[in-house]
């Protein structure tokens, strides 16, 4: 089993920026490929980013792409989420989530890959 939890969240204006973070426990972190996602209201959860387990692979959704930055630090068992430049339709709850990743080392893009799921945090963006 492995643990998340994610903080950092919180409402910034437009233009702003907030860090995320997922502390992990209960598993070897570096063994796990990592991801952000997010949920609108009345919206399907979609990726954000992932990375993987290594850290030297990322792919990050078309609408973030150069706003947003991910990281992970093994040693902290730690992954983040640097958000910057937010825009409104930003606003969403963000969940980190952690997928076993069975020896490879490649970033996954699928949301049902991934095996557990923090609480999620709130990020609100004003215009």
């Known amino acids: 089993q492995v643990q998340l939890v994610e903080s950092g969240g919180g409402l910034v204006q437009s233009g702003g920026s907030l860090r995320l973070s997922c502390a992990a426990s209960?598993?070897?972190?570096?063994?796990?490929?990592m991801g952000w996602f997010r949920q609108a209201p009345g919206k399907e959860r979609e990726l954000v980013v992932g990375i993987s387990r290594s850290g030297d692979s990322t792919t990050y959704a078309d609408s973030v792409k150069g706003r947003f930055t991910i990281s992970r630090d093994n040693a902290k068992n730690t992954v983040y989420l640097q958000m910057n430049s937010l825009k409104p339709e930003d606003t969403a709850a963000y969940y980190c989530?952690?997928?076993?990743?069975?020896?490879?080392?490649?970033?996954?893009?699928?949301?049902?890959?991934?095996?557990?799921w923090g609480q999620g945090t709130q990020v609100t963006v004003s215009s």
């Open positions: 989530a952690a997928a076993r990743s069975y020896g490879g080392n490649y970033v996954i893009t699928n949301l049902r890959s991934y095996d557990y």
């Open positions: 209960g598993r070897t972190f570096s063994s796990l490929g």
